[in-house]
């Protein structure tokens, strides 16, 4: 079964490179020429990077909320580990990456190469 630590990572990744890119596009946007082609390309590279770490953040959902559905629980997966009880927010996660996914989908139109 796959460990929260690792799907909370996951999350705190595409959160930061987001957020990162979010912050530096004005400079990008400042830009004209050869240097704003050169921009637009890092940005449409690191959109695809982040795309991809969500698609992996949401595979490492999947079995959590299998687990949600069998054991009926609405939006919190409890599961012993070393003798504690875990509290997965599976839903609050899956709402993070749906608005993450909305802001890049913003962007790609945005930062294309044909303007």
């Known amino acids: ?4 630590d690792k799907i909370g990572s996951g ?3 595409v959160h930061v490179r987001l957020t990162t890119l979010v912050r530096n596009l004005p400079r990008v946007e400042a830009l004209s020429g050869d240097d ?3 921009a ?4 449409r590279a ?5 795309e991809q770490l969500i698609i992996r953040a949401e595979e490492d959902i999947v079995p959590y909320e299998a687990a949600q559905r069998d054991f009926n629980m609405q939006g919190w997966w409890y599961r012993f580990n070393n003798s504690h009880i875990m509290r997965v927010p599976v839903a609050q996660w899956r709402r993070q ?3 993450h996914k909305e802001t890049i989908a913003e962007m790609k139109p945005k930062y ?3 303007e």
Request: aromatic share 0%; hydrophobic share 50%; charged share 30%.
């Open 1 to 4: 079964m796959i460990e929260e």
């Open 11 to 13: 999350m705190a990744e």
């Open 36 to 38: 704003l082609h050169r």
């Open 40 to 43: 637009k390309l890092d940005v």
């Open 46 to 50: 690191q959109i695809h990077e982040i």
């Open 97 to 99: 990456l749906a608005a």
């Open 112 to 114: 294309s190469l044909n």
